[in-house]
């Protein structure tokens, strides 16, 4: 199994990123996926999750109305659509399937001025 993110990179407050995860060498088109992150001093924190057949986006209270996560199964790529960056969204993205528990390598994101 493969994950493959990509997209991180600095950024100003305000600004966005899009953020994608390529996956391989397993069915995509039948697990849902999901997007975590680990900031500095912190946690693990689920960010956004999303069902095989693209449906009931869940988003962390957060990030809510600013991320949007969506998915092209043809392409076999989830992607996370990050607007209105604050500094606390800071921290390394993960991709992940949670029902194989399979992540990625992860991608370094910073919001600062």
């Known amino acids: 199994v493969q994950l493959v993110e990509s997209g991180g990179g600095l950024a100003q407050p305000g600004g966005s990123l899009r953020l994608s995860c390529a996956a391989s060498?397993?069915?995509?088109?039948?697990?849902?996926m999901g997007w975590a992150r680990q900031g500095p001093r912190k946690g693990l924190e689920w960010v956004s999750g999303?069902?095989?057949?693209?449906?009931?986006?869940y988003y962390a209270d957060a990030v809510k109305g600013r991320f949007t996560i969506s998915r092209d199964n043809a392409k076999n790529t989830v992607y996370l659509h990050m607007n209105s960056l604050e500094p606390e969204d800071t921290a390394v993205y993960y991709c992940?399937?949670?029902?194989?528990?399979?992540w990625g390598q992860g991608t370094q994101v910073t919001v600062s001025s």
């Open positions: 992940n399937v949670p029902t194989l528990n399979y």
């Open positions: 060498e397993f069915t995509f088109n039948n697990y849902a």
């Open positions: 999303l069902y095989s057949d693209g449906s009931d986006p």
